[in-house]
């Protein structure tokens, strides 16, 4: 086979399946071996949406999404999807077919370079080359499924896509995961929140990378904590939990944020500050951090601890940890939520002139 089928035969070996974006001269050598190797290519109207569509796909499946370009202009309508997975986290490849190797760097037609462009919005940008094509891939594979995970780029000259393979498909590498905290960094998490009387818990976009997620709600369940999740992790616990306190910074972020500062702890579970900075919100309530990176916050911040590690097993250790007893009223979840979706209730229509009495108020209240 030539690389180009090489590239195929391992992205199919990697549960890559589907590939997007819009084709070129130099990209139709990878987009006929796709054809042959039966990864079906997605034609879309912009690069960027083939970008943010294998996001999509990368968070959806665990596999990295695909998205595939042509040099120059394509490459830069690339970047906003590619972007987006970098600040997110998803795990993403992103393909630029390149001019052939002899003609790299010089000044023709669309030529850029690609490795510049690319390199301050994705974990790694690499060069596939005759004889380092699926060493390169599996790299690129490697690092895209390690946490945090995230997009790689790879350039494809021509040439290279058509010449013929020297390499075997290379074993499919597994991403690397965080080292598990601390036992101290547990416990000490454990005496902080067995201290709390009106403890919360705030699930972020971190938690969607769970290899378990069933056992964020066993934390939830054991010790009665009331949460609420941003808009990336809403629907990691259902909705209707009894617990459940609904999104925060939406929609009524100010209805939601009375309740957050009310409580004397914020338990940040997977919190990814990507979403919507701490101190947008938290005001002075002391926060633990259980995730997988530091805290990225500002000084007006009170942390009073960082779990820091793989966050199945930190969540999987609190969930085996006594039970806790907070001291929230038994009615505050219901009595809360209750009022936070009557107040995401659409504006009503204005009075009409006969009835001048009436005022409607900016929040819908008549």
């Given at each position: 086979?030539?690389?180009?089928?090489?590239?195929?035969?391992?992205?199919?070996a990697?549960?890559?399946s589907?590939?997007?974006?819009?084709?070129?001269?130099?990209?139709?050598?990878?987009?006929?071996?796709?054809?042959?190797?039966?990864?079906?290519?997605?034609?879309?109207?912009?690069?960027?949406?083939a970008?943010?569509?294998a996001?999509?796909?990368g968070?959806?499946?665990?596999?990295?999404?695909?998205?595939?370009?042509?040099?120059?202009?394509?490459?830069?309508?690339?970047?906003?999807?590619?972007?987006?997975?970098?600040?997110?986290?998803?795990?993403?490849?992103?393909?630029?077919?390149?001019?052939?190797?002899?003609?790299?760097?010089?000044?023709?037609?669309?030529?850029?370079?690609?490795?510049?462009?690319?390199?301050?919005?994705?974990?790694?940008?690499?060069?596939?080359?005759?004889?380092?094509?699926?060493?390169?891939?599996?790299?690129?594979?490697?690092?895209?499924?390690?946490?945090?995970?995230?997009?790689?780029?790879?350039?494809?000259?021509?040439?290279?896509?058509?010449?013929?393979?020297?390499?075997?498909?290379?074993?499919?590498?597994?991403?690397?995961?965080?080292?598990?905290?601390?036992?101290?960094?547990l416990?000490?998490?454990?005496?902080i929140?067995g201290?709390?009387?009106?403890p919360?818990?705030?699930?972020?976009?971190?938690?969607?990378?769970l290899?378990?997620?069933?056992?964020?709600?066993?934390?939830?369940?054991r010790?009665?904590?009331?949460?609420?999740?941003?808009?990336?992790?809403?629907?990691?616990?259902?909705?209707?939990?009894?617990?459940?306190?609904?999104?925060?910074?939406?929609?009524r972020?100010q209805?939601?944020?009375?309740?957050?500062?009310?409580a004397?702890?914020?338990?940040?579970?997977?919190?990814?500050?990507?979403?919507?900075?701490?101190?947008?919100?938290?005001?002075?309530?002391?926060?633990?951090?259980?995730?997988?990176?530091?805290?990225?916050?500002?000084?007006?911040?009170?942390?009073?601890?960082e779990?820091?590690?793989?966050?199945?097993?930190?969540?999987?250790?609190?969930?085996?940890?006594?039970?806790?007893?907070?001291?929230?009223?038994?009615?505050?979840?219901a009595?809360?939520?209750?009022?936070f979706?009557?107040s995401?209730?659409?504006?009503?229509?204005?009075?009409?002139?006969?009835?001048?009495?009436?005022?409607?108020?900016?929040?819908?209240d008549?």
């Amino acid at each position: 086979m030539n690389n180009a089928e090489l590239i195929v035969a391992t992205l199919r070996a990697a549960g890559v399946s589907y590939g997007f974006g819009i084709p070129s001269g130099n990209v139709l050598p990878l987009i006929e071996a796709m054809r042959v190797g039966r990864l079906p290519y997605v034609l879309t109207a912009h690069e960027g949406s083939a970008a943010f569509m294998a996001d999509v796909m990368g968070r959806l499946t665990g596999a990295p999404g695909l998205c595939i370009a042509t040099l120059g202009p394509g490459a830069t309508n690339l970047t906003t999807g590619v972007g987006n997975a970098y600040l997110d986290r998803s795990p993403l490849l992103a393909i630029t077919c390149n001019l052939p190797t002899s003609q790299l760097g010089r000044r023709i037609q669309m030529a850029i370079d690609h490795h510049t462009l690319f390199r301050p919005i994705t974990k790694a940008t690499l060069a596939l080359r005759e004889g380092r094509v699926a060493s390169m891939l599996a790299e690129a594979l490697e690092i895209a499924l390690s946490e945090p995970l995230g997009p790689v780029h790879l350039d494809l000259p021509e040439d290279v896509a058509l010449a013929s393979a020297t390499e075997d498909v290379p074993a499919t590498p597994v991403g690397r995961r965080r080292h598990p905290a601390p036992e101290a960094s547990l416990q000490r998490a454990a005496e902080i929140l067995g201290a709390a009387r009106r403890p919360v818990a705030v699930v972020g976009s971190s938690a969607m990378r769970l290899r378990n997620p069933d056992v964020l709600q066993s934390v939830i369940d054991r010790h009665r904590l009331p949460f609420a999740s941003t808009t990336m992790a809403k629907g990691m616990v259902p909705e209707d939990h009894p617990l459940s306190l609904g999104c925060i910074e939406r929609a009524r972020r100010q209805v939601q944020r009375e309740l957050l500062r009310s409580a004397d702890l914020v338990v940040g579970l997977g919190y990814d500050v990507v979403e919507v900075e701490y101190e947008a919100w938290i005001g002075k309530v002391p926060l633990l951090s259980i995730d997988v990176d530091p805290v990225d916050a500002d000084r007006s911040v009170t942390i009073a601890h960082e779990v820091i590690g793989d966050l199945d097993a930190s969540l999987e250790w609190l969930a085996q940890r006594p039970a806790l007893r907070p001291e929230w009223p038994a009615t505050m979840t219901a009595q809360h939520r209750d009022r936070f979706y009557r107040s995401l209730r659409p504006i009503r229509p204005q009075p009409n002139r006969r009835d001048r009495s009436r005022t409607v108020q900016p929040d819908g209240d008549v």
